[in-house]
């Protein structure tokens, strides 16, 4: 662990400007710098960096973050590695506190692990240039049109047919038998002895999302040999369900197209990203697992699913469809033509056919799979139900509830079926998921969240209310926690006739603005919000300075929060502020009328939010009584929000 003054020191010494530009050329604009972002494609310059408050933000896409913040996003490292990063770069001497014995044996027995196969990787490649390696391994990738550039970039290889060819070259460098072992590149046989695992195979390293070689696929060239591709086993570096081929190449590209393209073998990877499509992974020798779709959930949100036509890649990728589904993400679909997978159409094809294509075929996942599962089924009325309901079970993995109920109301219109059957499938099949995943823990944490998950079962008639709630008060949310990251501590300085005045002395923004929020226990309804929220005042509560409560943010571990302050703190948002003082004498007295209006206007908007849910209620059906008590509640609302108006000036008395 990296001591919290050296964290200090690293944070204090880097500066934005410096970090930013080793990766974008940064022109000069005023006191700030601008840029085209490095996080989206675009010709006009919307990337801002700003020293003066040591802030990067692109008002094109969103990012925003600090230093640190840049390192992690565009690197794609943890916040230790971006302050090791920074450290090298500022060369800050890292003095980490004091391991355990365990721990320092367990990091230096995975860094032998890690070396030992790294040595590998070399081996491979160097039997390219000679002997059998040369005249089979070589020429294989050749004949399948891989170029001598791409064989140098992904380490492609050739693991000879000796029985003992790497265990003796790595003894010879030194690497211990255990080493071997334990990276999976040898097995020990029951006399003790060791030979290669690989042999007479082509070799397709595995590269972790930081760019260490951590596993091998190895493909044999022989026709009959039943083991078309052997791969390692797991080790204590590889953990097949984890790991991504290609993810080292592909994840900066993801990140930068928000898409991710998944296919299924080594060499469709290799051949896309030589083509000049470098957003694309495979799964390591597996299916695809829910730790490989979260692992591309880290970079984007948006899987193509590109599996060979054959039935065994449809099954394949209906699969892929349910696991994508599951974790928030939007899996789309697109088959090649029949007897093609990315590999031969990568080589059929230019570089513009293929993106087009790829952009003309995709299919959402879940109409895919209703396609695919119609045409099974033909006109036998009893397999048409059999696949409502399984569609229906599909859309029920959906965990956003406005998503799932966009899904429910297309496949009721596809199938003109009354959309109240298929949510009802949808709520039963949720209801089930929760029960069976309830079983499989242990029974004090059943009975913690039987009440939880009873309540979100009752929620579920209106989550589309719930969600709108969020949009409704996004803006108003935004607005206030603004006052409180730019002016929380400046005091308000009402005059003695406002019904705001304190005899006692003078609040601050934030406490004002807590104070009002805190009357009633509201808490904000959009989530990276209301965490920004809460730690600020935990700062605040400390006792430390504005500026230090915002650096601490913009340079700490929850890159959430970091970004919410970023944005909430970028020259674009000061300009507007400038704009409403222009009228006005002093910042105070811009402030004494603004953050009390600003209290106003997110009550009101509570209030139509409130509004929206009862409606909602109401367009789904009531009983009279129901329906009387909902009215009721709606005309004292609409009372209270008038008087809110009338105090704003909207409205007259």
Not at 227 to 238: D, F, G, L, Q, R
Not at 481 to 494: A, H, N
Not at 498 to 519: K, M, N, T
Request: glycine share 6%.
């Amino acid at each position: 662990m990296i001591p919290r003054e050296t964290v200090d020191q690293i944070l204090d010494t880097a500066r934005i400007e410096e970090v930013v530009g080793d990766f974008v050329t940064l022109k000069r604009r005023g006191s700030s710098y601008v840029a085209c972002c490095p996080f989206h494609n675009e010709k006009t310059p919307s990337f801002h960096v700003t020293p003066s408050k040591g802030i990067y933000k692109c008002f094109g896409c969103g990012k925003a973050g600090s230093a640190v913040g840049f390192v992690m996003e565009y690197e794609h490292m943890t916040y230790p590695e971006a302050l090791r990063y920074l450290a090298r770069k500022y060369h800050i001497e890292l003095k980490e506190e004091e391991e355990t014995a365990e721990q320092i044996a367990a990091r230096q027995r995975s860094e032998s692990l890690m070396a030992v196969s790294e040595f590998a990787r070399g081996f491979f490649l160097d039997q390219l240039k000679g002997g059998e390696g040369r005249a089979v391994g070589y020429q294989y990738y050749r004949s399948r049109g891989i170029e001598d550039a791409t064989i140098e970039q992904w380490s492609l290889g050739w693991a000879p047919s000796g029985k003992t060819t790497l265990v003796e070259a790595a003894r010879a460098a030194g690497y211990k038998d255990e080493y071997l072992v334990g990276a999976g590149l040898a097995i020990q046989q029951e006399d003790g002895t060791l030979i290669d695992k690989f042999r007479e195979r082509v070799m397709f390293p595995i590269h972790s999302v930081s760019g260490r070689v951590i596993a091998y696929s190895g493909r044999t060239l022989k026709a009959d040999n039943p083991a078309k591709y052997v791969n390692s086993p797991e080790t204590e570096i590889y953990i097949k369900s984890r790991n991504l081929l290609g993810i080292w190449f592909a994840k900066s590209e993801i990140a930068r197209q928000n898409r991710c393209i998944l296919v299924e073998g080594n060499v469709d990877v290799v051949m896309m990203h030589q083509m000049g499509i470098t957003n694309v992974v495979a799964s390591c020798g597996t299916s695809l697992t829910q730790e490989q779709t979260r692992l591309i959930g880290k970079f984007t949100q948006n899987v193509t699913i590109m599996y060979d036509g054959d039935k065994a890649g449809l099954h394949a990728a209906i699969r892929a469809i349910g696991l994508i589904l599951k974790e928030g993400m939007n899996p789309r679909v697109v088959f090649l033509p029949d007897g093609d997978d990315p590999d031969s159409f990568s080589r059929k094809h230019t570089l513009e056919e293929v993106q087009d294509y790829i952009r003309e075929h995709e299919q959402d996942g879940i109409a895919f799979k209703t396609d695919l599962l119609l045409g099974e089924a033909g006109n036998d009325p009893l397999k048409k139900a059999n696949l409502i309901n399984e569609i229906a079970d599909t859309v029920a993995d959906i965990p956003d509830p406005i998503k799932r109920q966009v899904y429910v109301d297309t496949v009721a219109k596809q199938f003109e079926i009354e959309s109240d059957i298929i949510q009802e499938r949808v709520r039963k099949t949720r209801e089930k998921n929760k029960l069976e995943e309830s079983r499989g823990r242990r029974e004090p944490a059943r009975r913690e969240e039987a009440p939880a998950a009873a309540q979100t079962q009752q929620q579920e008639p209106v989550a589309r209310a719930i969600r709108t709630e969020e949009s409704i008060l996004e803006p108003s949310e935004k607005e206030l926690l603004r006052f409180i990251l730019r002016y929380g501590r400046t005091p308000l300085q009402f005059e003695t006739d406002s019904e705001f005045y304190d005899p006692e002395g003078a609040q601050s923004v934030a406490e004002f603005i807590d104070s009002a929020l805190g009357a009633d226990d509201i808490h904000f309804a959009n989530a990276p919000l209301e965490a920004t929220y809460q730690a600020y005042f935990q700062l605040y509560d400390k006792g430390e300075e504005q500026d230090t409560i915002i650096l601490d943010l913009l340079n700490g571990e929850d890159r959430t929060v970091a970004g919410v302050v970023a944005e909430l703190s970028t020259e674009k948002y000061e300009l507007s502020v400038h704009n409403f003082s222009d009228a006005l004498t002093t910042t105070d007295s811009w402030l004494v009328s603004f953050v009390p209006k600003a209290i106003l206007v997110y009550h009101a908007k509570r209030i139509e939010a409130r509004e929206a849910r009862i409606s909602q209620k109401l367009k789904a059906g009531a009983s009279p009584e129901e329906t009387l008590e909902l009215m009721t509640r709606l005309t004292s609302l609409y009372t209270i929000k008038k008087n809110i108006n009338i105090k704003l000036g909207r409205l007259s008395k």
